[in-house]
T-cell receptor, first 111, second 114 residues
C-alpha cells in the first residue's frame, strides 16, 4: 500500500512563528499536494508539485510556501503563522489521475 | 474556475434507509469524477471513481454513483445504510487533459442512527 506520512498529528504554534509541515510518500509518486480542510468548506488546494523543485499555486496560496527538494518529500511552510491558519492540513500524492492517496492529516492550532 | 456543489451539509438517516447524496459540478469539458469518504478520526479514502464508459459506477462497501452528463451530476447512492456508514462524504472533480488537480465539494456529513 502507498503510504503518505505526515510528520505530526497535532501541532500548536504561536502567532508569528514559522511553521513547517512535512509530508513523505514511499511510492515514487511524481505529484504531491497540500490541502487544508475546514468544517463547511471542504478541502481547498494550497499548493501542488509535479516534480522535484517544481511548485504550482493552488486556490489559496496566500501565507504559505512549499519546498520539494526530494521526490518523496513535500513540505508546507507557514512563513508567519496566524490564527486564521488554524486548520487540518492534508497531504496527498498520486502518480496518475487514478486517485490520490492522502495522509492522516496534521491538525494545526495557532494561538 | 470549476466548482463542485454538494447539496446537503448534514444528512441524518435511520439504519436500512436508502441514501442519495447530490453532487453537481461546473465544468464544460471532459471530467474525471470521484467520491471520497472520511470516517471519524481517519484519513480520506476513495469510495469510487468515474473516468469513462458505463455511467453507473460501483464502489466499495455497496456504494454506487451515476454520472449524468446532461445534468453535470454525479450522485452517490446506497440502497440500505448502516451505522458504520456514518462519515463525511466528499465529491471531487478533475478536469482531465493532463491535469492532476482535484477540486472538492464542501462535503456532506452523514449520520446513521441505529
Amino acid at each position: 500500500d502507498v503510504k503518505v506520512t505526515q510528520s505530526s498529528r497535532y501541532l500548536v504554534k504561536r502567532t508569528g512563528e514559522k511553521v513547517f509541515l512535512e509530508c513523505v510518500q514511499d511510492m515514487d509518486h511524481e505529484n504531491m499536494f497540500w490541502y487544508r480542510q475546514d468544517p463547511g468548506l471542504g478541502l481547498r488546494l494550497i499548493y501542488f508539485s509535479y516534480d522535484v523543485k517544481m511548485k504550482e499555486k493552488g486556490d489559496i496560496p496566500e501565507g504559505y510556501s512549499v519546498s520539494r527538494e526530494k521526490k518523496e518529500r513535500f513540505s508546507l511552510i507557514l512563513e508567519s503563522a496566524s490564527t486564521n491558519q488554524t486548520s487540518m492540513y492534508l497531504c496527498a500524492s498520486s502518480r496518475t489521475m487514478k486517485g490520490y492517496t492522502f495522509g492522516s492529516g496534521t491538525r494545526l492550532t495557532v494561538v | 474556475a470549476q466548482s463542485v456543489s454538494q447539496h446537503n451539509h448534514h444528512v441524518i438517516l435511520s439504519e436500512a434507509a436508502s441514501l442519495e447524496l447530490g453532487c453537481n459540478y461546473s465544468y464544460g469539458g471532459t471530467v474525471n469524477l470521484f467520491w471520497y469518504v472520511q470516517y471519524p478520526g481517519q484519513h480520506l479514502q476513495l469510495l469510487l471513481k468515474y473516468f469513462s464508459g458505463d455511467p453507473l459506477v460501483k464502489g466499495i462497501k455497496g456504494f454506487e454513483a451515476e454520472f449524468i452528463k446532461s445534468k453535470f451530476s454525479f450522485n452517490l447512492r446506497k440502497p440500505s445504510v448502516q451505522w458504520s456508514d456514518t462519515a463525511e462524504y466528499f465529491c471531487a472533480v478533475n478536469p482531465g487533459a493532463g491535469s492532476y488537480q482535484l477540486t472538492f465539494g464542501k462535503g456532506t456529513k452523514l449520520s446513521v442512527i441505529p
